[in-house]
């Protein structure tokens, strides 16, 4: 157990910090899914609406440090990608 004053607040903050940064991360991956489910039930309107939200949640999450920006980019493609192949088969 953390005895000095400034060790107890990183505690502090750190159990903060983390139970935000899990709250982004499961926004992300439930937009991520609504997207999945919309793509594979052939919904490419509703699949483009969601992507939109996609995009903003995970570039969100990004910018308040959750993810890298690297790691938001490839997944923005890669999202992309699936969406434009789904559209053009």
Known sequence: MAHSVSAR???????????????????????????NEKLSAGNLDGAGEAFKTCQKVIDRTAQQGTIHKNHAARRKSRLNARLKAARQG
């Not at 607040?9 to 899990?22: A, F, G, L, M």
């Not at 709250?23 to 991520?32: D, H």
């Open 9 to 35: 607040k990183r505690i502090r903050q750190n159990i903060r910090h983390r139970s935000r940064n899990r709250w982004r991360l499961r926004a992300m991956r439930l937009a991520i899914r609504d997207f």
